[in-house]
């Protein structure tokens, strides 16, 4: 029997409405892992250059990590992965919930879909038995309405990833849901299921994963446990803007421990930084154009810490997870139960619209969730929006007569409802910025903020240039999970392997800006370790913890027998990402043309604000993350003897 993995991943062809189990060798595993590694392995092998991402040859997978399932704790995540819509390249959103651990229950590391059905199906994976089903009672219904009549048909122990009208309507900014608003939400891969007619997944059975050595896993997870029981003091959440402003104003910064945000985590979850973000500079304001003068404490006071959990009713916790960085909120925003909003939504709702209005960020998330849309891209893409109407580029009678007006709450929410049924101007929007530029001209592509047609999140790349390097040369840009220098502070590999570089413990804020062959090993480090925790199924905030509290490296040797390194790992690491990228020069991509949007580079600089005169030197930058990973730092294209060092054919 396979330790860890279960050995074999489900192929679907949906033209023909057939089903195939593929079992796949130990090495297969050792090589690549599980979730992303996986999914990166299959797709760049059999995905064929120049396919349409929204036709048959595209394919869609749902992966599940190695170390789910094992007794090993923060590894509940599972991915979506395919040809991304919107940047015509790798695609992949991560997630969390329950999905992960039923993939694995019903036999199988991953569901791979391939062709188009000819009306709308369900895949049902249920006790063995995998059967593509008729969706056309489902097709039109909203993602939560999908889900609950699935679990009905299905029991209430089967998981569901569907898709809402969003996805239907093939909005490039669909993602895919589960357990009632947990999203999938980036690449546009629910447009990629809606191309399909493929409505949802339903998963489960009563598969057992086997480990190497189950007493050392469970003695591994009592020791991240014990440092999770440490009590931390924090301060109320009124304080928080205060600390912003202090970090903003000191020259100097150190280098952080992530432990003191896993435990603001624990008790806000990711709305712990709504307000120090927009002071300290890390939260974009006005889409991009204004600062924390422009979204003060008084105006974001609607979303401070304290008052979002003053509607959570109690904690939500994803697959093993000893956080519960969520929350479920009783009777607010106009739904009786929604999922608490991520920083994440009540920014890219709030400070970048320049909206102050709470009610309409809770309504939002939860109208947006059950629509099977991404709240960071379309808060973007209404931002864009906005700046458009404001330099008259959008006039009432483009916008149906909504006045576009910054920090109207009103006409957002008559916007959102336009880009979700496809009316006026929302079908221009509901492919995102990058695409709305393109058809209004103009010269509106300046306030179009994206990097190779994806919206870019709420991370200001002027505070830490690691995100504008890798909103810019990840194989999927525009994320701001793919790593950045404050990620590589906290994960502290150092302390694991000496391969990589040590950062000091004080340095100056200019010092961060500089192109060095440092600046390049640890975003490449980054990236490695990312894409390792990825192929586990571990949680980013779980690696926030550092790898030497947060024993991934250990976990996977007592889970599959293997007695690899942690050198030996971060090469797997090193594998998958380079997949991801040789998938993109496979298809067309050219690297070096990729980058964020001017405006989000510093390019020209702010005038004003906590992140006054920074820019950020992007290519060169990229050219030494490019060299260290094996890359030619030119081009980005990965180096015939790194691909056959790697053995990626």
């Given at each position: 029997?396979?330790?860890?993995?279960?050995?074999?991943?489900?192929?679907?062809?949906?033209?023909?409405?057939?089903?195939?189990?593929?079992?796949?060798?130990?090495?297969?595993?050792q090589?690549?892992?599980?979730?992303?590694?996986l999914?990166?392995?299959?797709?760049?092998?059999?995905?064929?250059?120049?396919?349409?991402?929204l036709?048959?040859?595209?394919?869609?997978?749902?992966?599940s990590?190695?170390?789910t399932?094992?007794?090993?704790?923060?590894?509940g995540?599972?991915?979506?992965?395919?040809k991304?819509?919107?940047?015509?390249?790798?695609?992949?959103?991560?997630?969390?919930?329950y999905?992960?651990?039923a993939l694995?229950?019903?036999?199988?590391?991953?569901?791979?879909?391939?062709?188009?059905?000819?009306?709308?199906?369900?895949?049902?994976v249920?006790?063995?038995?995998?059967?593509?089903?008729?969706?056309d009672?489902?097709?039109?219904?909203?993602?939560?309405?999908t889900e609950?009549?699935?679990?009905?048909?299905?029991?209430?122990?089967?998981?569901?990833?569907?898709?809402?009208?969003?996805?239907e309507?093939?909005?490039?900014?669909?993602g895919?849901a589960n357990?009632?608003?947990?999203?999938?939400?980036r690449?546009?891969?629910?447009?990629?299921?809606?191309?399909k007619k493929?409505?949802?997944?339903v998963?489960?059975?009563?598969?057992?994963?086997?480990?190497?050595?189950?007493?050392?896993?469970k003695?591994?997870?009592?020791?991240?446990?014990?440092?999770?029981?440490?009590?931390v003091?924090?301060?109320?959440?009124s304080?928080?803007?205060?600390?912003?402003?202090?970090?903003?104003?000191?020259?100097?910064?150190n280098?952080?421990?992530?432990?003191?945000?896993?435990?603001?985590?624990?008790k806000?979850?990711?709305?712990?930084m709504?307000?120090?973000?927009i002071?300290m500079?890390?939260?974009p304001?006005?889409?991009?154009?204004?600062t924390?003068r422009?979204?003060?404490?008084?105006?974001?006071?609607s979303v401070?810490?304290?008052?979002?959990i003053?509607?959570?009713?109690?904690?939500?916790?994803?697959?093993?997870?000893?956080?519960?960085?969520?929350?479920?909120?009783?009777?607010?925003?106009?739904?009786?139960?929604t999922?608490k909003?991520?920083?994440?939504t009540?920014l890219?709702l709030g400070?970048?619209?320049?909206?102050?209005?709470?009610?309409?960020i809770?309504?939002l998330n939860?109208?947006?969730?059950?629509?099977?849309l991404?709240?960071?891209?379309?808060?973007?893409?209404?931002?864009f929006?906005?700046?458009c109407?404001?330099?008259?580029?959008?006039?009432?009678?483009?916008?149906?007569?909504?006045?576009?007006?910054?920090g109207?709450?009103?006409?957002?929410?008559?916007?959102?409802?336009?880009?979700?049924?496809?009316?006026?101007?929302?079908d221009?929007?509901?492919?995102?910025?990058a695409?709305?530029?393109?058809k209004?001209g103009?010269?509106?592509?300046?306030?179009?903020?994206?990097?190779?047609?994806?919206?870019?999140?709420?991370?200001?790349?002027?505070?830490?240039?690691?995100?504008?390097?890798?909103?810019s040369?990840?194989?999927?840009?525009?994320?701001?999970?793919?790593?950045?220098?404050?990620?590589?502070?906290?994960?502290?590999?150092?302390?694991?392997?000496k391969?990589?570089?040590?950062?000091?413990?004080?340095?100056t804020?200019?010092?961060?800006?500089?192109?060095?062959?440092?600046?390049g090993?640890?975003?490449?480090?980054?990236?490695?370790?990312?894409?390792l925790?990825?192929?586990?199924?571990?949680?980013?905030?779980?690696?926030?913890?550092?790898a030497?509290?947060?024993?991934?490296?250990?976990w996977?040797?007592?889970?599959?027998?293997?007695?690899?390194t942690?050198?030996?790992?971060?090469?797997?690491g090193?594998?998958?990402?380079?997949?991801?990228?040789?998938?993109n020069v496979?298809?067309?991509?050219?690297?070096?043309?990729?980058?964020?949007?001017?405006r989000?580079?510093?390019?020209?600089?702010?005038?004003?604000?906590?992140?006054?005169?920074?820019?950020?030197?992007?290519?060169k930058l990229?050219?030494?993350?490019?060299?260290?990973?094996?890359?030619?730092?030119?081009?980005?294209?990965?180096?015939?003897?790194?691909?056959?060092?790697?053995?990626?054919n």
């Amino acid at each position: 029997m396979p330790k860890a993995f279960m050995g074999k991943i489900l192929l679907v062809d949906l033209t023909s409405g057939t089903t195939t189990d593929e079992v796949l060798p130990e090495a297969f595993y050792q090589q690549n892992l599980s979730g992303m590694g996986l999914a990166a392995r299959i797709l760049y092998d059999r995905i064929p250059a120049g396919a349409d991402p929204l036709g048959p040859e595209n394919m869609l997978a749902f992966v599940s990590g190695l170390l789910t399932n094992t007794g090993s704790l923060f590894t509940g995540r599972w991915m979506a992965c395919g040809k991304s819509p919107v940047t015509g390249g790798w695609g992949d959103s991560n997630c969390g919930g329950y999905l992960s651990p039923a993939l694995k229950r019903a036999g199988y590391d991953g569901i791979f879909v391939t062709g188009c059905a000819a009306q709308p199906v369900y895949l049902a994976v249920v006790n063995g038995s995998a059967e593509v089903k008729s969706a056309d009672d489902l097709w039109g219904q909203e993602t939560l309405a999908t889900e609950l009549v699935l679990k009905e048909r299905h029991g209430r122990r089967a998981q569901v990833a569907s898709i809402g009208p969003g996805g239907e309507r093939l909005s490039l900014m669909a993602g895919i849901a589960n357990d009632k608003g947990r999203m999938a939400a980036r690449s546009g891969l629910g447009a990629v299921m809606g191309s399909k007619k493929l409505k949802a997944i339903v998963v489960d059975g009563k598969e057992r994963v086997e480990v190497h050595n189950r007493d050392r896993m469970k003695a591994l997870s009592q020791q991240v446990l014990g440092h999770l029981a440490k009590k931390v003091p924090l301060p109320p959440g009124s304080v928080t803007p205060l600390m912003g402003k202090a970090m903003a104003a000191l020259p100097v910064a150190n280098t952080m421990d992530g432990m003191l945000y896993v435990h603001m985590l624990r008790k806000w979850g990711t709305v712990s930084m709504n307000q120090a973000s927009i002071e300290m500079g890390d939260s974009p304001i006005k889409n991009w154009s204004g600062t924390s003068r422009d979204f003060g404490p008084s105006r974001s006071a609607s979303v401070t810490p304290d008052r979002i959990i003053a509607k959570e009713e109690k904690k939500y916790h994803c697959y093993s997870c000893p956080l519960g960085c969520g929350g479920i909120c009783k009777n607010v925003g106009g739904f009786e139960e929604t999922h608490k909003p991520e920083y994440e939504t009540c920014l890219s709702l709030g400070g970048l619209l320049l909206n102050e209005d709470a009610d309409t960020i809770f309504y939002l998330n939860e109208k947006l969730n059950r629509a099977g849309l991404d709240t960071i891209s379309t808060g973007s893409t209404i931002a864009f929006a906005m700046e458009c109407f404001e330099k008259g580029l959008l006039t009432t009678a483009d916008t149906g007569g909504l006045e576009l007006t910054w920090g109207n709450a009103s006409a957002i929410r008559k916007l959102v409802d336009m880009i979700i049924a496809r009316e006026g101007l929302g079908d221009m929007l509901a492919d995102g910025s990058a695409v709305a530029a393109k058809k209004l001209g103009q010269g509106s592509q300046d306030f179009a903020m994206h990097a190779g047609g994806q919206d870019l999140p709420m991370h200001d790349s002027r505070l830490d240039p690691g995100h504008g390097l890798l909103f810019s040369a990840d194989p999927t840009p525009g994320r701001h999970t793919t790593g950045c220098y404050l990620y590589y502070e906290m994960y502290q590999l150092w302390r694991s392997t000496k391969k990589v570089p040590k950062p000091s413990m004080f340095f100056t804020k200019n010092s961060k800006y500089a192109a060095t062959p440092e600046k390049g090993a640890m975003a490449a480090a980054c990236s490695q370790f990312t894409q390792l925790y990825n192929g586990a199924g571990l949680c980013m905030f779980g690696a926030f913890m550092g790898a030497h509290r947060l024993p991934l490296f250990d976990w996977l040797n007592a889970a599959t027998g293997w007695q690899l390194t942690p050198d030996d790992y971060l090469a797997i690491g090193h594998r998958i990402q380079t997949t991801r990228q040789a998938f993109n020069v496979k298809h067309g991509i050219a690297p070096r043309e990729v980058n964020a949007t001017a405006r989000a580079l510093g390019q020209p600089p702010q005038s004003s604000g906590p992140n006054k005169g920074r820019s950020i030197p992007v290519d060169k930058l990229k050219s030494e993350y490019w060299r260290q990973l094996g890359w030619h730092p030119e081009t980005g294209e990965p180096l015939p003897a790194t691909m056959a060092r790697l053995d990626i054919n």
